[in-house]
């Protein structure tokens, strides 16, 4: 969801160093933590989250948060946006899932948007254990992780009731998505010639699949490249089964251009799917700018998993 960033160099979401200081300064009290719970693995990488219960008043539903950060993910990054995001949804009595995933370049978009539905889905399959109601999870993230939570809303799948893993028997579909500046139209990235901001997306998209031919992995075509980059776009995967959705964006983004949420906004509102959004004048890209609005997000997930 947030990560620590350059503005200059990697300015997805920026924390300066006294911002920093003063967020994991603060431990995240009430709170029972399993540390690296293993919910999948890929090519020889294990995939993990951490999971925090409330220990008062627990109202059996629960947040995914995803950590992300131009689509990197880690555990130091896990720490400080667990210690800024989760006291918000944790004083309300959600159990919060801190999900990391596999990074780029190593990894693609279409490697990263399959890891959160795999996250999803065991999520779902222990929910007794995590003590949270598989029907009532939503799902948060800023940026790189917006794109992710607005995927499992929008491209949730079912699960393959014919496979020999429960963990994919499950459904990836979430109750509720709220996000803060989501990157929602790939075909914006597709593109020979970038503008420097937005070189480091690159690498996102740079797709290789086994040909029988060579009898290895080789770069696909371009052709094959666009159409991974819609199927990863959210503006794309709208439809009116959507989970209900809430989108913060500010008209001062030099990073995601605010016109992204617009027009997703609009898409929904097109297919009849639920959607609020809430644009604010002056506001950029960073955790800073974003960090006053997360009562919001958890006011969402209030009004649609708190449902009497």
């Known amino acids: 969801m947030f990560g620590r960033s350059l503005l200059t160099a990697s300015a997805l979401i920026v924390f300066s160093a006294s911002a920093d200081a003063q967020f994991l300064s603060k431990p995240i009290a009430g709170a029972t933590r399993t540390e690296d719970v293993i919910y999948g693995r890929k090519n020889g990488v294990a995939l993990t989250m951490d999971v925090f219960e409330p220990k008062a008043k627990p109202n059996g539903a629960g947040v995914i948060i995803c950590v992300s950060a131009e689509f990197r993910s880690g555990k130091e990054m896990l720490n400080q946006i ?3 995001t989760a006291p ?5 009595g959600y159990v919060v899932f801190m999900v990391t995933h596999g990074s780029q370049p190593v990894f693609t978009v279409p490697d990263i948007v399959e890891q959160v539905h795999r996250a999803v889905r065991f999520i779902k399959a222990n929910a007794k254990k995590f003590n949270v109601d598989p029907d009532r999870l939503g799902i948060a993230g800023a940026s790189s992780g917006g794109q992710l939570c607005l995927m499992m809303g929008c491209a949730g799948t079912t699960g393959d009731s014919k496979s020999s893993d429960p963990i994919e028997k499950q459904s990836s579909k979430v109750a509720a998505v709220a996000c803060i500046f989501p990157l929602s139209d790939f075909l914006e990235f597709d593109k020979d010639n970038l503008p420097p901001q937005w070189e480091r997306f690159r690498a996102l998209l740079d797709v290789h699949e086994f040909s029988p031919m060579t009898n290895r992995l080789e770069r696909v075509t371009p052709a094959r490249r666009t159409q991974y980059a819609r199927a990863c776009s959210p503006l794309y995967c709208v439809k009116k089964d959507a989970a209900p959705t809430f989108i913060v964006h500010g008209d001062a983004d030099k990073l995601i251009p605010v016109r992204q949420s617009r027009e997703l906004t609009a898409e929904f509102k097109k297919c009849g799917a639920t959607c609020e959004y809430l644009e604010v004048k002056g506001m950029g890209h960073s955790a800073i700018e974003a ?7 958890a006011d969402w997930f209030d009004k649609q998993l708190l449902k009497k």
């Open 88 to 92: 918000q949804f944790l004083d309300r």
């Open 82 to 84: 667990a210690a800024l």
């Open 291 to 297: 960090a006053p609005y997360l009562p919001k997000l």
